[in-house]
């Protein structure tokens, strides 16, 4: 239901763009966002931004990573700049069901999940 694109390969320093596209049932006046997984490390919510456009990011890529989202499209992107290797992860686009204060989080709606591969 959410499908995701964008992820490859690419040396530290360059830059990606993934898009995840979706329903209008399930992305309309919805926080939408992306995490990311490592095998072995717990998933980090990289960004969320929400149906009126307000964003929030992880520190770790603040000033790095841009959110954004085309309503009319009910399409997300994350555009990533300056990457570095560990931002290697899969990325997955997300439905945000809740988040707490401490950076837990839940979806109710999730991307199957894209590669993204930073080498040095």
């Known amino acids: 239901q959410l499908v995701e694109s964008g992820g490859g390969l690419v040396q530290a320093g360059g830059s990606l763009r993934l898009s995840c596209t979706t329903s209008?049932?399930?992305?309309?006046?919805?926080?939408m966002g992306w995490y990311r997984q490592v095998p072995g490390k717990q998933r980090e919510l990289v960004a969320r931004?929400?149906?009126?456009?307000?964003?929030n990011y992880a520190d770790s890529v603040k000033d790095r990573f841009t959110i954004s989202r085309e309503n009319a499209e009910n399409t997300v992107y994350l555009q990533m700049n300056s990457l570095k290797p560990e931002d290697t992860a899969v990325y997955f686009c997300f439905r945000l069901r809740w988040v707490s204060a401490l950076g837990t989080f839940d979806y109710d709606y999730r991307g199957q999940g894209t590669q993204v591969t930073v080498s040095s």
């Open positions: 931004i929400s149906s009126s456009g307000i964003t």
């Open positions: 209008r049932d399930i992305f309309s006046l919805k926080t």
